[in-house]
């Protein structure tokens, strides 16, 4: 690349869920991401909803947009 160097991230979209709370649900998916993508920098909560049966909440879920560097092949 000319003209300096830089740094190129990528986002994706992952739903954690936890029947506890909605942080919990976040960090789940956080920490599970992790285990797979490399030098995550942001977890933007995007959106918060939850499962519900028999006028009770069952489940937590958390939509979190993660960033990462992005490292080419080649």
């Known amino acids: 690349m000319a003209g300096g160097s830089g740094s190129v991230y990528d986002v994706i979209e992952v739903i954690g869920s ?15 991401a992790s ?5 995550l920098r942001i977890a933007e909560v995007v959106e918060m909803d939850c499962q519900i049966e028999d006028g009770k909440v069952r489940a937590y879920r958390t939509k979190v947009k993660l960033s990462f560097k992005y490292e080419s092949k080649g």
């Open 18 to 32: 936890s029947t506890e709370s909605w942080e919990k649900a976040a960090k789940a998916a956080v920490e599970t």
């Open 35 to 39: 285990k797979t993508l490399r030098d």
